[in-house]
């Protein structure tokens, strides 16, 4: 039966889900040759069918080699894909002949089961590699396990599930199910292997099967507010595009002739561009997507009544135990309260459960591990990965690098020594990073980094080394840069690793490989602190003095 929550997340998906494609060499038509009720896919029926559910349906029925290469790309755009096993593709007259000749054996030769469908998805699996899709198997073979086995097989790393015919790669879900012959009654075909008899899916289960099974993997208050706002941009193309129209051209122009730095109106507009997005979400209150009752409901669903232990500051227990009930009840008065001072709302609610120094003492432990209240057990070994997570999203400025794209040398960015292993944070002011000559010779201003495994840190890289910000005056170093045709001082990709080379006598002198780059008030952050370092004021005084000023 499903959830609240579960419910809540369908109709989040439903709303973002718009596009269903299919590719089968045996599509039909009403009214057209004789048909195979097994193998043969109704595409009249097909599109009937999404069509009452508000979907987009396409069914591609592929005649040569380039026809796979065009749905690749189509694939690549679509929310679900529905790919047949067995394509069989006619890619001249003399293959044509051959077939008519021996049409078991040469069929056989020219066309192996599964090889399209593979390669499809294969390229499904390159494109969206850190992505999210549902490829579905639509076939009419039976060995549904054997063919689950073999995309396995084909994709390094993916798991599967045997018993649900079931391909995971990261985000990616490959389910393998079986045609109807979208008659009533049994299915004969399954009558040796019953077991798969809740494979076979008829044409108008297609578009709820599919929905539920896009919702397993979004069901999340991030990811339904993710949906929520891609589909809320999506239906608001028209307004957007109306804003930014084509009569704005001559006043941009004439503001990028005005400004002294031209490239500057580039930047303008991306900043007002995400700006608008800002706008229209908080406009068409996407945030509800998250609001209090939203979290009631992913509670019931996520949240197991258990019992923990209550820990000192170091992590450990009391001898004897101390425990309290974790239930929805208790994070949602943590959540909700309105009280402001933290450690106050901490304390408050859980010396009641033990007693004020163990819940002082509880308060210090939870300040770096306070997840462990908001998980269950079975998710404990997987705390620092969740965490870290997040907080990449909220310091990274790089969540998304497109392929061909390089990144250019500027405050925020930080960098890792070939030669000494050692981490740098550029804090050269952005304005001091561009408008560079190409090939002139510019100085870059970077603070070390130190790499740390327990204690305070700064932030986390995207292989999770933790970084501390070494603040002392006499710790900044100096680095010469050439400039780019562009401007900028732009990393060179070695080996699949960008990196940065600096400009000084000996062709042996230090490279530095990019490591991230941190969003812009992190960054300006560490530039203020650094800043106030300098400011200090250190005196030899009457030390009675000294402790008088407080």
Same mark, same amino acid.
């Given at each position: 039966m499903s959830s609240l929550f579960f419910n809540k997340s369908k109709a989040v998906a439903d709303d973002f889900m718009q596009s269903v494609v299919f590719l089968d060499d045996r599509v039909y038509q009403r009214n057209g040759n004789e048909q195979d009720a097994i193998h043969d896919l109704d595409a009249f029926e097909l599109t009937k069918t999404f069509a009452a559910k508000k979907k987009i349906c396409a069914v591609y029925d592929p005649q040569s080699k380039s026809d796979i290469e065009n749905f690749k790309t189509i694939a690549s755009k679509a929310d679900v894909v529905v790919l047949d096993w067995f394509i069989e593709i006619e890619e001249n007259d003399a293959v044509v002949e051959n077939l008519e000749e021996d049409d078991e054996a040469d069929a056989e030769d020219q066309t192996v089961r599964g090889t399209y469908t593979k390669e499809i998805i294969e390229n499904i699996v390159k494109i969206n590699n850190d992505g999210l899709k549902v490829v579905l198997v639509y076939t009419g073979e039976t060995d549904l396990e054997g063919i689950a086995t073999e995309i396995h097989n084909t994709i390094p790393a993916s798991t599967l599930d045997t018993v649900n015919c079931q391909v995971d790669y990261k985000k990616i879900k490959i389910l393998v199910r079986a045609k109807s012959n979208n008659e009533d009654g049994e299915d004969n075909r399954f009558t040796h292997i019953p077991h798969l008899r809740d494979k076979v899916i008829k044409y108008e289960e297609l578009p709820e099967f599919l929905l539920s099974e896009f919702t397993k993997l979004t069901e999340g208050l991030l990811s339904n507010f993710a949906l929520k706002s891609l589909s809320t941009l999506r239906a608001n193309t028209s307004k957007i595009l109306g804003l930014y129209n084509k009569k704005l051209d001559h006043a941009y122009l004439e503001h990028k002739s005005a400004i002294p730095s031209t490239e500057d109106a580039e930047h303008l507009i991306i900043e007002i561009f995400k700006d608008s997005i800002g706008d229209l979400l908080h406009y068409k209150q996407v945030q509800n997507q998250i609001s209090k009752g939203i979290v009631k409901s992913w509670m019931n669903d996520k949240i197991d009544k258990v019992t923990l232990s209550f820990k000192k500051k170091d992590g450990t227990e009391y001898t004897p135990e101390a425990t309290f009930t974790r239930d929805k009840e208790l994070l949602l008065s943590l959540l909700y309260s309105e009280e402001q001072d933290v450690q106050k709302k901490y304390i408050d609610i859980f010396t009641p459960l033990a007693s004020k120094g163990k819940a002082e003492e509880f308060v210090k432990h939870l300040k770096?591990? %306070? $997840? !462990?209240?908001?998980?269950?057990? =079975? #998710?404990?070994?997987?705390?620092?990965?969740?965490?870290? !997570?997040?907080?990449?999203?909220?310091?990274?400025? %790089?969540?998304?690098?497109? +392929?061909? =794209?390089?990144? $250019?040398?500027?405050?925020?960015?930080?960098?890792?020594?070939?030669? &000494?292993?050692? /981490?740098? $944070?550029? $804090?050269?002011? @952005?304005? #001091?990073?561009?408008?560079?000559?190409?090939? !002139?010779?510019?100085?870059?201003?970077?603070?070390?980094? !130190?790499?740390?495994? &327990?204690?305070?840190?700064?932030?986390? &890289?995207? #292989?999770? +080394?933790?970084?501390?910000?070494? @603040?002392?005056? /006499?710790?900044?170093? &100096?680095?010469?840069?050439?400039?780019?045709? #562009?401007?900028?001082?732009?990393? +060179?990709?070695?080996?699949?690793?960008f990196i940065f080379k600096q400009i000084y006598a000996n062709k042996t002198d230090e490279k530095f490989e990019w490591v991230l780059d941190l969003k812009d008030l992190h960054s300006q952050r560490i530039v203020a602190d650094y800043a106030a370092t300098l400011s200090r004021v250190g005196l030899d005084e009457s030390e009675w003095l000294r402790r008088s000023l407080g």
């Open positions: 770096l591990n %306070n $997840i !462990e209240l908001f998980i269950n057990p =079975s #998710d404990l070994p997987n705390k620092a990965e969740l965490i870290s !997570e997040f907080a990449k999203l909220t310091h990274h400025k %790089n969540v998304f690098l497109p +392929v061909g =794209s390089k990144p $250019i040398l500027t405050l925020g960015t930080v960098l890792k020594s070939k030669l &000494t292993g050692n /981490y740098l $944070i550029c $804090i050269q002011q @952005k304005c #001091d990073s561009v408008r560079i000559l190409s090939g !002139e010779q510019r100085k870059f201003l970077f603070l070390p980094l !130190e790499a740390v495994t &327990t204690g305070n840190f700064n932030f986390i &890289t995207h #292989d999770n +080394v933790k970084l501390k910000l070494g @603040k002392k005056s /006499y710790g900044i170093r &100096t680095l010469k840069f050439a400039g780019a045709k #562009d401007g900028v001082v732009k990393a +060179v990709l070695l080996n699949g690793k």
